[in-house]
């Protein structure tokens, strides 16, 4: 295993927490279908219950959706490269500041949208209590994720930041559109990682110049830094001088395309059929990602979606043998 079994199992866990997370924050914003009676005539109406004013385009699930989402991703991935390449970090953070204010808001909007109470849609300032109270929340879990950060509240934030991005893009997919997304996905993930660097580069440029990183990341010692670190401390006490030696510290890290594209497709099925097969493709993602934590070597760079999207359709597989 390139980490050991501690690292490697608390990063499977803090995936899987958020894939649930993830469930639990879409199951609240699956689109409604309501019928009204226009004229005489009986018409279904979709809403969509996603907060701040965000909607889905009316035409939603078909290719141009597919084709409008690469596009997007395309862009954002330039765009980093660019603003990476000139080193134009304040608009770096204040991008990744306001993306991650906005997908907090959504998932703790998911909450207050679970107590099924009245009053969090009370309108205060002109919006529902519910909206204002999550943006208070998130502005300065934002500011110390992006601003001030420690690891612990990067990755206590990181739980839910997927599945608000996730409850944007999932009304806008159907089964067959976010199949070809992952196909899509896994390929460039490899070419990006073994072929370009990109992966690499981006995740340096984030972790070195701007001190914020887009998944999962915990630092650890290893054995061989444990005792580096204890050799030092006798030196010091010996000589009563403070060491300016520097101790390198091993990072594990998880990307958070990694993370967001398995709750993106449980979500898509679980609007489509239910709870059953999105538990299913959760399963197979955990397995994938799992795999390739078991198989993967130290000083090694590898594409994760590739596993993660193998284990996704073996889900789908074992849930379409199994109940079909």
Aim: hydrophobic content about 55%; aromatic content about 14%; charged content about 10%.
């Amino acid at each position: 295993m390139k980490h050991n079994f501690k690292i490697t199992l608390i990063l499977l866990g803090m995936f899987l927490i958020t894939q649930f997370i993830g469930l639990f924050v879409v199951g609240q914003y699956l689109p409604n279908v309501e019928q009204i009676v226009v004229e005489g005539v009986v018409q279904n109406v979709t809403t969509n219950p996603l907060p701040y004013g965000l909607e889905p385009p009316t035409e939603i699930g078909g290719g141009a959706s597919l084709i409008s989402i690469l596009i997007s991703f395309v862009i954002a991935i330039t765009l980093i490269l660019i603003l990476s390449k000139y080193k134009w970090k304040f608009l770096i953070k204040g991008w990744f500041f306001i993306v991650i204010v906005l997908a907090l808001g959504i998932s703790l909007n998911a909450i207050f949208m679970s107590f099924g109470s009245s009053y969090f849609s009370n309108i205060v300032f002109g919006f529902p209590l519910a909206w204002l109270i999550t943006l208070v929340l998130a502005l300065p879990l934002a500011y110390l994720k992006i601003y001030r950060p420690n690891y612990i509240v990067h990755n206590a934030t990181e739980l839910f930041v997927y599945p608000g991005i996730a409850a944007i893009f999932i009304p806008i997919l159907s089964v067959y559109t976010v199949l070809i997304l992952l196909v899509l996905i896994s390929i460039y993930d490899m070419w990006a990682v073994w072929h370009s660097g990109i992966m690499q580069k981006m995740a340096k440029f984030q972790m070195e110049e701007l001190n914020i990183f887009g998944g999962f990341f915990i630092p650890y010692m290893t054995k061989k830094v444990r005792e580096q670190i204890q050799k030092l401390r006798i030196k010091e006490k010996k000589t009563k001088k403070k060491s300016k030696q520097g101790i390198k510290v091993s990072i594990a890290i998880l990307g958070g395309g990694d993370v967001i594209f398995p709750i993106i497709t449980a979500g898509v099925f679980m609007a489509a059929f239910g709870i059953v097969p999105a538990l299913f493709i959760i399963g197979g993602a955990f397995a994938g990602l799992g795999s390739l934590f078991l198989m993967s070597e130290k000083k090694k760079f590898y594409p994760a979606m590739p596993f993660i999207s193998g284990g996704i359709f073996l889900g789908i597989l074992l849930w379409w043998l199994i109940l079909f």
